[in-house]
Structures are given as structure tokens and as C-alpha cells.
């Protein structure tokens, strides 16, 4: 190896360019009864940014809207231009035709994913990505549940079944990969 090639990276490191963000429900109607509400969304809003500056796929999941109503102001401005939203009535984002889509056209195996309930929609979406051989990592600091209990609940089954637990910072940086450049001043400055 020349002393200017990067070492191989540990298959749980993110790469940039295999990468993608999905953003499970994160919606109006939930705000009232979700613990910590603002600070996932704080969170979300970090990931959805960032993966915009780093130009990776994000596909975003709104169940059924007309009821729960649409992604919330504050992710929803924050989410780059070439975003994929789909609604949906199921729980899992997986098996929804807009999502099936937008899965085959990102050319990522590997998905960082985020949002609301982590006990349900979260849970199912991951499993079922997990499930068709795609790497999975869900940041921590970007999920939750009604409960403490559930998220916990969700954050230990996904991790049992073979999900990594990362965090939006840890996401973003380690896609980075180095420190210098745009990119890398750009995210440093959305996490200050």
C-alpha cells in the first residue's frame, strides 16, 4: 500500500459512497406525545443536512399524512433538493413502491436511518433492510418512541438482530472520513 492509499476500513465504518439516509415519519401530529421530541428532530435535521453536503440519497417516509400530517417544518427545511418523500400505511418503508424505488435508484448497500416510533415503523424498517442483506446503522440521538421504555425496547432488538447504534455526529464524520475541505468545514459547522 502507498503511504497516500487509506488502509481498509472496518466494514462498520460508514462509507460515504455507499450511504444513505432514511427518515422514518418524523411528523406534525406526533410532536405532543413523543419524549424528546425537539431534540430528535434537532438530530434529524443534522442528518438530512448533512447528507445533502456530502451528496447521499435520503428518502423520507410520511405515514399516512392526511391523518398524522407532513414532516415537520424543521427537517423539512433542512432536507436536500433531490429528497424522495413517500407516504405510506405501513409500518415497515420497506415493500412501498415509492420507497422500492427509491432503494434501487440510490446504489447504496448501506443505510443510516432515523426518526419515529423507534419501536415500531424504525424497528420494522431496519429489520426488513437487514433482512435483504443491506448494512444498517440507526443514530441513537435521531430516534424515539411515546416511552423511554420503547425506544430502549427498539434500539435493543434492532441491535441484537445485527443493526449498529450510531449517533448523527458519528454518522457524518465518519463519512468524512478525513478533516480539511468544504464538506468537512461545512458539517463542523452544523455540529457546533
Request: proline content about 5%; some cysteine.
Amino acid at each position: 500500500m502507498s503511504p497516500t492509499e487509506a488502509p481498509d476500513r472496518h466494514p462498520d465504518l460508514l462509507r460515504r459512497d455507499a450511504t444513505g439516509l432514511i427518515v422514518v415519519d418524523v411528523q406534525e401530529a406526533f410532536r405532543p406525545v413523543i419524549d424528546r421530541f425537539d431534540e430528535i428532530v434537532a438530530n434529524v435535521g443534522l442528518l438530512a443536512e448533512g447528507f445533502g453536503i456530502l451528496s447521499r440519497p435520503v428518502i423520507v417516509t410520511e405515514q399516512y399524512p392526511r391523518g398524522l400530517k407532513s414532516t415537520v417544518g424543521e427537517v423539512a427545511e433542512r432536507l436536500p433538493d433531490a429528497t424522495t418523500i413517500v407516504e405510506k400505511t405501513r409500518f415497515s418503508a420497506c415493500g412501498v413502491p415509492g420507497v422500492e424505488d427509491a432503494l434501487a435508484a440510490a446504489g447504496a448497500d448501506s443505510w443510516v436511518v432515523c426518526g419515529i416510533e423507534t419501536h415500531v415503523c424504525v424497528n420494522q424498517t431496519v429489520l426488513d433492510l437487514l433482512d435483504r442483506g443491506a448494512r444498517v446503522q440507526v443514530a441513537a440521538d435521531a430516534v424515539s418512541s411515546r416511552t423511554p421504555a420503547n425506544r430502549d425496547a427498539g434500539l435493543a432488538k434492532m441491535a441484537a438482530a445485527g443493526a449498529v447504534i450510531t449517533t448523527a455526529e458519528m454518522a457524518l464524520f465518519e463519512m468524512l472520513e478525513a478533516a480539511g475541505g468544504p464538506e468537512f468545514k461545512a458539517i463542523s459547522a452544523l455540529v457546533r
